[in-house]
């Protein structure tokens, strides 16, 4: 299991720095690729990575693995959120219609669904009071879905870089052919992770997100002495 962590790291890693390394300069399109990049091949798979293994965690562990994945999620959606604006601004100095070809329309599925994950998210996070307002027996539906959402938005964001990457303005020839390669490994990766890695143990739903305090010994008061006769 853990060569199958370090793989996923390194793979991530490559393509989210390899690409905007070879593709940014400095104009308004290249901002989008490398946010893109920066967002889903960077900070968002270590988020999805992060939330699978906090499966089998309890305790602190497990509080701090969440806090992890939310601190991932954020910087990959303010990337997102920058990645989306540059490409759309883009569209408008030139003068051109929005989401017209594949890779537009598989963008903006995965835009629209990286919007809803987080804000799943965001209601999972029990500090905020919105996961106590359902009925308890929804809460734990609640997550499922959020948890759904987010891995099979990360995979479809695998794909519509898979569709860019063909695209003339970011093609870099055999580079291309081994990046294409790299993202197909990586999501086969997260995949086998996400079969492979143990289900939690039943926790109870007011665990995530809750500091664990050490329990505290009962205190049992001295009994009187008996008086002497």
């Known amino acids: 299991m853990r060569w199958l962590v370090i793989s996923i790291h390194v793979l ?21 690729p490398t946010l893109m990049a920066l967002a889903f ?16 965690k309890d305790g602190q562990d497990r509080v701090r693995a969440i806090q992890r994945h939310l601190v991932w999620q954020a910087l990959g959606f303010l990337c997102l959120l920058g990645g989306f ?3 759309y601004q883009n569209k408008v100095v030139a003068g051109k219609e929005h989401f017209k070809s594949v890779h537009a329309k598989f963008g903006l599925a995965t835009f629209i669904l990286g919007i ?14 919105l996961l106590q307002k359902f009925p308890d027996k929804f809460q734990p539906r609640i997550k499922w879905a959020h948890r759904n959402v987010g891995l099979l938005t990360w995979l479809l964001a695998l794909v519509t870089i898979q569709l860019a990457l063909t695209h003339h303005a970011v093609w870099k020839g055999w580079l291309t052919r ?18 492979l890695q143990p289900r939690a143990r039943p ?27």
């Open 12 to 32: 991530a890693l490559l393509c989210a720095v390899s690409i905007p390394v070879a593709i940014f300069n400095g104009t308004l399109f290249s901002w989008h």
């Open 41 to 56: 091949l960077g900070f968002m798979a270590e988020g999805v990575v992060t939330s699978i293994l906090f499966r089998s």
């Open 85 to 87: 604006y540059a490409i």
């Open 116 to 129: 809803m994950a987080p804000l799943g998210g965001l209601m999972s996070f029990r500090r905020l009071g």
């Open 178 to 195: 081994v990046w294409q390669l790299g993202l197909a490994c990586l999501g086969a990766a997260v995949l086998a992770l996400t079969w």
């Open 203 to 229: 926790v109870p739903a007011s665990a995530d997100f809750e500091l664990v305090m050490e329990p505290t010994r009962k205190h049992t008061p001295d009994l009187p002495r008996a008086q002497a006769v």
